[in-house]
């Protein structure tokens, strides 16, 4: 049985069994000096030589010579013989060498993934075919069963690479190869080599030889991200080890020497040397008795492994999950990605299982009318991202993208749509917050959902000196979604309506910086927000994902709380919980402003540029986006339970430049996207009320 974790006291406990052990030691050696010192002092040599002159005094005779080489053997056995007595065997092994599965639930409970092939098992020797065994000896150790552990022309060998920087493989047993994997690390230094040394044949002293053959077994590592032949079995063949024939053996053998080498899947120079490594092995079987002649005859054909594929890769929209989900664990609890790689935790996602069947079924649907074939020059790269998040950050539902395993871009992630007018609650908000300036010099003035602006078309922009002019030279004005003229509108109705002019007074009144420091407040990225300049108030040229979208609409249903959008609730490693560093609630804006917007946002939904969603969910509050060049159509909304960013866009993969959605899925020209977005979110909720 393999050990496990030593405790502290059985630390202490094996520290002093080493210092009793060298003390008996060197009470054992004392008697022995004792009756050896008046020969030592006979023996001691007359340096230097008398009777001698000139430079024959400092030569040494043969018996000096002698005398200094019996010194130095007789150091030398007592310097192992020491070394020996008191290295331990380690309780620990190398965490690479037990590595595990990641498991990954839903907030139900529930498994939603695990990464790898299987949960990680101890196989059995008796469960390793005795001529895959046999493969593995011929390649690397066929001595095994008879050699102490170590191998004396092999460590020569070694110790000249050592110092002379060449090429180590094929100077280590079987033994000296699982203490090196198991217990050290893999540095080519002299001191390494000898305490494996010293760690392989007290093993191979204290051990049975099966079982050091089954722990190498399952330790090893095969490339591919798998240690142990089990995994190995199942990431180059499919199958379990068991059901391997003594040709697949003597592949995953060859293996052995360098996964990175001889894995035929890397190139036509690892296929070559994998197809010469293997015939050697299997000739090498011959001679030691593992397969009969006649028996190797039958094995002329290369058994060609299945190419490395992603395997233990969650596929569809799960990958999307797990992705999001491991990237939050190992930020938020501090871990290195080599660390979580070797697997053993527990993530306790946040997602909805039934609001992802639901989400996914919408986009689905939303996209039975995209036909690349019939129209190559809208729909080919047609996309949608969607995401579903709580009022207290927890995000219940993503859709990323069609497959995980075919595309890894997160369509529901990623920092490429413009906004668009959907960033203009922040705006309104921002202006509640924190007033206007109309007049430099003079104290910010309060607004409220009913002070009035002028919502016609091609309204002139003003500054506190005069009108904005831009760096060609001319006036900015501000225009509206079909040139449409609505007078003096209030606040409130501006977004209701979505009007664009007063939109963009406001936000040069309020500030663009202190618009800005709000919406990274309501939780916006930095890196997502574009330049300062009058059409950042209508989100032209910021980009934020649709989950963070949604983070900041919660806010509004939060009463002004935001909470950061988080991925994970809990996580443990092997039964012991990970301390995260979970998102804490902060006040983004006060309750009363949160109230004012979601009203406009109800009105928007009721009489406004959503009412199309008001039959989906009566008392929704949400807004649609749009932006100048019609290259995205959103739709941002609040029920009670969730807040959910839709996103309607066209973008080629290759170069993530946002195209128009003019004639999408057939629409008529001058056809929004954002209605497709609303149409998308109504079917959703409708799925989950």
């Not at 060998?157 to 180590?168: H, P």
């Not at 249903?557 to 804490?584: C, Q, W």
Request: aromatic share 8%.
């Amino acid at each position: 049985m393999r050990p496990g974790r030593r405790s502290a006291s059985g630390a202490r406990r094996r520290a002093r069994g080493r210092a009793g052990r060298a003390q008996a030691f060197a009470r054992t050696l004392a008697p022995l000096l004792a009756r050896a010192r008046p020969l030592l002092r006979r023996m001691r040599p007359a340096y230097p030589r008398p009777g001698r002159e000139g430079w024959r005094r400092w030569i040494p005779s043969w018996r000096q010579w002698l005398g200094a080489c019996l010194y130095l053997f007789t150091g030398l056995v007592a310097f192992v013989g020491i070394a020996y007595a008191t290295t331990d065997i380690p309780d620990d092994l190398n965490s690479f060498a037990t590595q595990q599965d990641n498991v990954y639930y839903w907030a139900d409970g529930s498994t939603m993934a695990r990464t790898g092939w299987v949960s990680r098992q101890e196989m059995p020797l008796d469960k390793v075919p005795p001529k895959v065994q046999g493969a593995v000896l011929a390649a690397e150790n066929a001595s095994f069963y008879t050699d102490p552990g170590v191998s004396p022309s092999g460590v020569l060998r070694a110790v000249r690479a050592a110092l002379t920087g060449g090429e180590t493989q094929g100077g280590s047993t079987i033994t000296q190869q699982y203490v090196k994997n198991a217990y050290l690390n893999q540095d080519r230094t002299l001191s390494r080599k000898f305490t494996e040394i010293l760690l392989a044949l007290k093993l191979d002293n204290q051990t049975d030889k099966k079982q050091i053959l089954q722990d190498y077994l399952n330790t090893s590592w095969f490339g591919r991200g798998t240690y142990g032949i089990q995994r190995a079995s199942q990431a180059y063949y499919g199958k379990d080890v068991s059901k391997l024939d003594p040709s697949e053996g003597a592949f995953l053998a060859s293996l052995l020497k360098g996964a990175g080498l001889y894995d035929p899947a890397l190139g036509e120079e690892n296929h070559k040397r994998a197809v010469e490594r293997w015939s050697w092995i299997l000739d090498r079987m011959v001679d030691t008795g593992a397969l009969t002649p006649a028996e190797r005859a039958t094995y002329t054909k290369f058994p060609e492994p299945t190419g490395p594929g992603t395997a233990g890769t969650p596929g569809a929209q799960n990958g999307y999950l797990v992705e999001m989900a491991k990237a939050y664990v190992i930020k938020a609890g501090h871990l290195k990605d080599s660390d979580f790689d070797l697997g053993g935790y527990q993530i306790y996602t946040t997602f909805d299982q039934s609001r992802m069947a639901a989400l996914t079924d919408a986009v689905q649907k939303a996209q039975k009318d995209f036909d690349a074939q019939k129209r190559p020059d809208t729909d080919v790269h047609a996309k949608i991202g969607a995401a579903s998040v709580a009022p207290d950050g927890r995000v219940l539902a993503v859709y990323g993208g069609p497959d995980y395993l075919k595309q890894g871009f997160n369509q529901a992630n990623s920092t490429t749509i413009p906004a668009g007018t959907a960033f203009t609650p922040l705006v309104y908000a921002a202006a509640l917050e924190e007033g206007v300036v109309r007049t430099r010099g003079k104290d910010r003035t309060p607004v409220s959902p009913a002070t009035v602006y002028d919502g016609n078309d091609q309204v002139t922009v003003q500054t506190p000196e005069g009108p904005y002019w831009d760096r060609s030279g001319k006036v900015v004005k501000g225009r509206n979604d079909g040139n449409k003229s609505w007078g003096q509108v209030t606040l409130q109705q501006a977004v209701a309506n979505s009007v664009n002019t007063p939109m963009l007074q406001l936000g040069l009144d309020v500030g663009l910086d202190r618009v800005e420091s709000f919406a990274e407040r309501s939780g916006l990225l930095p890196s997502s927000l574009g330049t300062r300049i009058p059409t950042f108030s209508l989100g032209e040229n910021s980009k934020p994902s649709a989950i963070r979208m949604a983070g900041a609409y919660a806010t509004f249903a939060a009463d002004g709380m935001h909470t950061d959008p988080y991925s994970v609730r809990a996580a443990t490693l092997n039964g012991t919980a990970v301390r995260l560093d979970a998102p804490k609630p902060v006040r983004a804006m006060s309750a009363k402003t949160a109230r004012s917007v979601t009203q406009a946002l109800r009105e928007a939904v009721t009489d406004g540029s959503a009412k199309t969603a008001a039959k989906a969910h009566p008392g929704a509050a949400g807004k649609t986006g749009t932006t100048a060049a019609n290259t995205a159509g959103w739709f941002v909304a609040n029920t009670e339970k969730e807040s959910t960013a839709v996103v309607v866009y066209r973008m080629a993969l290759t170069d993530l430049i946002a195209l128009p959605l003019t004639g999408l899925g057939g629409d008529a020209p001058g056809t929004p996207g954002s209605e497709r977005a609303v149409r998308l979110w109504a079917d959703y909720v409708k799925a989950v009320k």
